[in-house]
T-cell receptor, first 111, second 116 residues
Framework: QKEVEQDPGPLSVPEGAIVSLNCTYS??????FMWYRQYSRKGPELLMY????GNKEDGRFTAQVDKSSKYISLFIRDSQPSDSATYLC???????????FGPGTRLSVLP | GAVVSQHPSRVICKSGTSVKIECRSL??????MFWYRQFPKKSLMLMAT?????????EQGVEKDKFLINHASLTLSTLTVTSAHPEDSSFYIC????????????FGSGTRLTVV
């Protein structure tokens, strides 16, 4: 079993839809969780950063962490064509350590 | 916010030559920087952890003599691909986090290396 799993997609949604992106993981020691957005041929851009369980909201983005289920989600409300990108989840066990990436989900928001 | 500058963004080199990629944290100090390699439609693969003032830590399967890492200051890490071959063609990305910060990592914009 891979340490972090993520549906690679592609996921296509119409503009304005609510998008749900998810990752599951196997290492119960993970407690730092991040979501990155990566446009083609660019470096990843940090979207959300959460510690331990719970929800965090930033504009149209909401990150959820359920440590009991080893499951994290990123919701995008009122999706826009500019949200079309690959979304990577990442997580680590300890502060200062490098983190493990999911393979990424490719999202297309159609106008 | 924190900015990581990576240069060059794109480089084409002949087989057998060496290429140096720079990663700079522009407005913060980074004791640790990371170097990744990304294949098309694949996730990031950690190559090595670059530590300021000490030797880099390489991931299993990454050739130390081929991918030379130098982290001479708190704002600069370099990756040199030595004796490059076509199979080294890839997208290389660095990342860093401000020392003492609890936030996420900032990535450079990446370097597209093509070895011909």
């Amino acid at each position: 079993q891979k340490e972090v799993e993520q549906d690679p997609g592609p996921l296509s949604v119409p503009e304005g839809a609510i998008v749900s992106l998810n990752c599951t993981y196997s290492n119960s020691a993970f407690q730092y969780f991040m979501w990155y957005r990566q446009y083609s041929r660019k470096g990843p851009e940090l979207l959300m950063y959460t510690y331990s369980s719970g929800n965090k909201e930033d504009g149209r983005f909401t990150a959820q962490v359920d440590k009991s289920s080893k499951y994290i989600s990123l919701f995008i409300r009122d999706s826009q064509p500019s949200d079309s990108a690959t979304y990577l989840c990442a997580m680590s066990a300890n502060y200062g350590q490098n983190f493990v990436f999911g393979p990424g989900t490719r999202l297309s928001v159609l106008p | 916010g924190a900015v990581v500058s990576q240069h060059p963004s794109r480089v084409i080199c002949k087989s057998g030559t060496s290429v140096k990629i720079e990663c700079r944290s522009l407005d913060f100090q980074a004791t640790t920087m990371f170097w990744y390699r990304q294949f098309p439609k694949k996730s990031l693969m950690l190559m090595a952890t670059s530590n300021e003032g000490s030797k880099a830590t390489y991931e299993q399967g990454v050739e130390k003599d081929k991918f030379l890492i130098n982290h001479a200051s708190l704002t600069l890490s370099t990756l040199t691909v030595t004796s490059a071959h076509p199979e080294d063609s890839s997208f290389y990305i660095c990342s860093a986090r401000e020392t003492g910060s609890g936030g996420g990592y900032t990535f450079g914009s990446g370097t597209r290396l093509t070895v011909v």
